[in-house]
């Protein structure tokens, strides 16, 4: 399997305050460092170059996407407006939590085209599999906003890009809160089917407005909405009845995965319990579909234990393992719930009728 890389995806500083928050209020002693931080990316590298899994990948550099790429998906005004931000010299805020400063946009542009690189050695052949290593995240990032420390939207550059290709493409995201920008990027695109398995957390902002309910799902987007505490059998049950099925009858032969970490039993960032097995399983069924995939990294942010969540999703793309021991899963998996969540989520894509 091969992964991509660029050094300049660290340049991004996001700062430091309350928690996502820029800006320290007087009553708090130390500020914290922002959760969508370089740290968390070395992290995720580390571990898979130096676990067990490190003899089954190949690394390969990325590159700097072009302006006229980034315009795939995103409008020049929006484009032009946040390349400003980006050089401002200082740090701005683009909306409540969402920061850039002067490294800034040459990590967006290095995550977007090393995104774009992963899916040229999945459209040549070179590789079946291929995992973009990248941040800043992308996949609440919209047509014409930033959102949830998201900018540009790298799994809907790869998408887009493979559907311009003459592919039919399904975009399948398990990151703990809803692909929001790649629903709204994909609403009226017949060849793209847009997939995202989350937590309950409704609209959060002027910038994220969808719900991520049922009610948004139609033929070309199925929402699974799982409640809190949601966890391995949540998960395996929502890819094996819904979104796998879905895949299928879409008739995808390109998959591009937005794959997240903030689903884990032990992440500040999301209220569900997968473990480093679940994440193995996810692996696993993505391996199964037997489709030339691409997956680019999003959320996972208490950075240790997102990393062996990676190092256990890599066990299942790439058919080994299990290679590490899980130290720290040790919550109750509650699957009283996910009956009720599956059945609304069906029913309100077979409301909307098939694709």
């Not at 079946?128 to 906003?145: F, K, N, S, T």
């Not at 910038?207 to 949540?234: F, I, K, M, R």
């Not at 032990?266 to 399983?281: K, V």
Request: proline share 6%; hydrophobic share 40%.
């Amino acid at each position: 399997m091969e992964f991509f890389w660029h050094d300049a995806c660290l340049e991004h500083d996001t700062g430091e305050g309350l928690w996502e928050l820029p800006g320290t209020p007087e009553w708090l002693d130390a500020a914290e460092p922002h959760p969508e931080n370089a740290a968390r990316l070395r992290t995720f590298r580390h571990a898979l170059t130096h676990g067990p899994i490190a003899p089954h990948l190949t690394w390969s550099q990325g590159r700097f996407a072009t302006d006229e790429e980034l315009a795939r998906v995103h409008a020049p005004a929006y484009l032009s407006s946040l390349y400003k931000d980006c050089h401002a010299g200082r740090q701005v805020s683009l909306e409540t939590n969402t920061v850039v400063g002067p490294g800034s946009w040459d990590a967006i542009r290095a995550a977007a085209g090393t995104a774009l690189a992963a899916a040229e050695a999945v459209a040549e052949g070179r590789t079946r599999m291929a995992y973009a290593l990248v941040r800043p995240p992308g996949h609440h990032a919209q047509r014409d906003l930033p959102d949830g420390y998201c900018m540009v939207n790298n799994a809907a550059l790869v998408a887009e890009t493979a559907r311009r290709a003459g592919r039919r493409v399904a975009v399948l995201d398990w990151d703990v809160h809803h692909g929001n920008g790649t629903q709204d990027v994909f609403r009226d695109v017949d060849e793209v089917l847009t997939i995202s398995v989350h937590m309950r957390h409704g609209p959060w902002g002027a910038n994220h407005v969808q719900t991520g309910g049922p009610e948004e799902s139609g033929p070309g987007n199925l929402n699974v909405e799982l409640s809190l505490g949601a966890g391995d059998t949540a998960y395996r049950r929502a890819l094996d009845e819904l979104a796998v099925p879905a895949i299928r009858a879409h008739g995808a032969d390109f998959l591009v995965c937005a794959s997240g970490f903030d689903g884990s039993a032990f992440d500040p960032n999301g209220r569900h319990n997968l473990t480093a097995a679940g994440y193995r399983d996810i692996g696993r069924k993505v391996a199964a579909l037997d489709l030339p995939t691409v997956l680019t990294q999003e959320g996972g942010y208490l950075r240790g234990y997102s990393a062996l969540c990676l190092h256990a999703l890599v066990e299942g793309l790439v058919g080994v393992g299990p290679l590490l021991d899980d130290p720290l899963a040790y919550l109750p998996d509650d699957a009283r719930p996910v009956d009720r969540d599956l059945a609304r989520a069906a029913s309100g894509r077979a409301a909307r009728g098939p694709a």
